[in-house]
T-cell receptor
Framework: NAGVTQTPKFQVLKTGQSMTLQCAQDMNHEYMSWYRQDPGMGLRLIHYSVGAGITDQGEVPNGYNVSRSTTEDFPLRLLSAAPSQTSVYFC???????????FGSGTRLTVV | KQEVTQIPAALSVPEGENLVLNCSFTDSAIYNLQWFRQDPGKGLTSLLLIQSSQREQTSGRLNASLDKSSGRSTLYIAASQPGDSATYLCAVSGSARQLTFGSGTQLTVLP
């Protein structure tokens, strides 16, 4: 089914480990973004991309890297995990013409 | 820096009531405003999108209004049902469709 696919759904990391959260969409959306959601808070923007090869920082980019080598994929890399990065991570995509944004189902990350 | 505030943080109403959720934002230079629904442990579902040039949008029992000059939006839910229980999030969009979210209103509709 068309949509935004995030993997894994759950992950536990030890402090200092690195990992990549995967995000893929098959809707040919140009815009993609990563958000984190902490308890009692709305979503906060980490990084976003307006097209392949173009990325920019959002509100809370420290500790995360992104790249956009293809239109379909927008992976989020945690360089050295910290307990403060325990959160639920959402990937989203949208097409400029419609502005409707589609969210993935999220990755729940725990750093111990 | 854009800031989005949602009031109230939580709301509990009996079934059948009409209700209003409020959203305010500090920078009126927005591309659009969206209302989302989030069920516990789930992702976000887009409910209504209002372009910056529009005043309101309607979908079924939902009506959202936008007053860009005053930095306010409301989500009106008519004849509430227990199935409407969820967290409702307001978000404003910048030019690259990056969203700034409020912290949400947790709605409980009692049978």
């Amino acid at each position: 089914n068309a949509g935004v696919t995030q993997t894994p759904k759950f992950q536990v990391l030890k402090t200092g480990q690195s990992m990549t959260l995967q995000c893929a969409q098959d809707m040919n959306h140009e815009y993609m973004s990563w958000y984190r959601q902490d308890p009692g808070m709305g979503l906060r923007l980490i990084h976003y991309s307006v097209g392949a090869g173009i990325t920019d920082q959002g509100e809370v980019p420290n500790g995360y890297n992104v790249s956009r080598s293809t239109t379909e994929d927008f992976p989020l890399r945690l360089l050295s995990a910290a307990p403060s990065q325990t959160s639920v991570y959402f990937c989203a995509s949208s097409y400029p013409g419609t502005d409707r944004i589609t969210f993935g189902s999220g990755t729940r990350l725990t750093v111990v | 820096k854009q800031e989005v505030t949602q009031i109230p943080a939580a709301l509990s109403v009996p079934e059948g009531e009409n209700l209003v959720l409020n959203c305010s934002f500090t920078d009126s230079a927005i591309y659009n405003l969206q209302w989302f629904r989030q069920d516990p442990g789930k992702g976000l579902t887009s409910l209504l999108l209002i372009q910056s040039s529009q005043r309101e949008q309607t979908s079924g029992r939902l009506n959202a209004s936008l007053d860009k000059s005053s930095g306010r939006s409301t989500l009106y839910i008519a004849a509430s049902q227990p199935g409407d229980s969820a967290t409702y999030l307001c978000a404003v969009s910048g030019s690259a469709r990056q969203l700034t979210f409020g912290s949400g209103t947790q709605l409980t509709v009692l049978p």
